[in-house]
C-alpha cells in the first residue's frame, strides 16, 4: 500500500511538474516578443539587404510591437554578419538578411563559423536575375560590343561583383560568352560595388537587376540572367542559360525555437502583404514571395546542393 501511495503521490508531481511547464512555456511564447529585436544586415548601407530590412522593418514593428533595431556587420562577402548571426543566442531576438546563393558560397570549402544549413529560416521575401552593367559612358553600348572587346583583349576588361558569390555568377556567364576578363571582387555588398562601377574605376559590374533598375540613371544594362525579359528594364537581352538568381530572406540563429520561428514568419507574410512593400518590390524590379520556414529552408537545401562540386 505504501509503494502504490508513492507511485501515485509521485504520479501527481509529475503530471503537475508537466503541466506547468507547458503553462510557462505557453506563457512565455505569449509573451513573446517582449523587448527590441536586432536584424543584422550584413552588407554595407544602400544595398539590397539594407533596402530589404528598411523595406521590412515598418511591417515587423507594426506586427510584432517591439522595436526592430537594424545593425551593419559587414565583410566577407557577407560572412562576417552570418557568423554574428550564428554566434548569437537562439532566443528570437536576433535575426539577419539572407542572401541566396551567397551564403552558401561564402561558406564553400571554409571555416568560417557556420553552415548554411544550419540556421533556422523564416522565409524568403524576394528574388531578382542577374544583370551585367556598365557605365553610362562606356565604350559598350550592347552586349556584343563588350564580348568582342574582351575577345580582342583577354584578361584586360574588368568586371567588378560582390565577394566569391559575384565571380562564381559571373564565371557562368563569361563561360556562355567565351571571354576572359579579370574579376574583381568587392567586400561589403553591392553599396560598395556600385559607386566603383559609376565612377568608372572598373569596365563593367554584376549584380541582380533590381540594381540595375535602381542605378539606370548612371548605368546601363548589357544583358540580364534567365528565360525572359524584365518588364522593369525594357530592351534589355537576356541570356537564357544564366542561371543567376539572387534571393533575399529572413533568418534566425540556428537553434530559434519553432515556435518563435512561427511567430516571425506570420509577421514577416503580413509585412510583405502590405501595398507600398509590394509597390516597392515591383518597382525595384523584383519578384516578391512569400514562403513557411520549412520552404525556406528547402530552399536553401537546394542552393547547397546546387554550388556543392
Do not use: C
Not at 90 to 106: A, E, F, K
Not at 220 to 236: C, E, H, N, R, W
Not at 263 to 286: H, Q, R, S, W, Y
Amino acid at each position: 500500500m505504501k509503494k502504490a501511495s508513492y507511485l501515485l503521490r509521485a504520479g501527481i508531481l509529475s503530471a503537475v511538474a508537466g503541466a506547468f511547464l507547458t503553462v510557462t512555456a505557453s506563457v512565455a511564447v505569449a509573451d513573446y516578443p517582449e523587448k527590441p529585436i536586432t536584424f543584422i544586415v550584413p552588407y554595407s548601407p544602400g544595398g539590397g539587404s539594407d533596402q530589404q530590412a528598411r523595406r521590412l522593418q515598418p511591417g515587423l514593428e507594426k506586427e510584432l510591437g517591439v522595436t526592430i533595431r537594424i545593425v551593419y556587420k559587414t565583410g566577407g562577402g557577407g560572412a562576417v554578419g552570418f557568423n554574428e548571426l550564428a554566434r548569437s543566442e537562439p532566443d528570437g531576438y536576433s535575426i539577419s538578411n539572407v542572401v541566396v546563393p551567397n551564403i552558401v558560397i561564402s561558406a564553400k570549402g571554409k571555416d568560417v563559423g557556420y553552415k548554411p544549413g544550419d540556421f533556422s529560416y523564416i522565409g524568403m521575401t524576394a528574388r531578382a536575375v542577374g544583370a551585367l552593367m556598365v557605365p553610362k559612358n562606356s565604350p559598350y553600348k550592347t552586349l556584343d560590343q563588350f564580348v568582342a572587346a574582351a575577345k580582342a583583349n583577354p584578361g584586360k576588361l574588368t568586371v567588378a561583383g560582390v565577394g566569391n558569390t559575384g565571380e562564381a555568377n559571373f564565371a557562368e556567364l563569361a563561360k556562355i560568352l567565351g571571354i576572359e576578363t579579370t574579376y574583381v571582387p568587392v567586400s561589403g555588398g553591392v553599396g560598395k560595388m556600385m559607386p566603383m562601377l559609376q565612377g568608372n574605376h572598373v569596365d563593367a559590374g554584376m549584380t541582380s537587376s533590381s540594381h540595375a533598375v535602381r542605378h539606370r540613371a548612371t548605368v546601363d544594362t548589357l544583358v540580364i540572367a534567365g528565360p525572359g525579359s524584365s518588364a522593369a528594364l525594357p530592351g534589355v537581352p537576356n541570356e537564357p542559360n544564366w542561371t543567376y538568381i539572387t534571393t533575399w530572406g529572413v533568418m534566425a540563429p540556428p537553434g530559434t525555437p519553432a515556435d518563435k520561428v512561427a511567430i516571425l514568419n506570420n509577421a514577416l507574410n503580413k509585412a510583405t502583404a502590405d501595398p507600398k512593400v509590394k509597390e516597392m518590390v515591383e518597382k525595384n524590379g523584383l519578384q516578391q514571395m512569400r514562403q513557411t520556414p520549412a520552404e525556406a529552408k528547402a530552399y536553401v537545401e537546394a542552393s547547397i546542393k546546387k554550388f556543392s562540386n
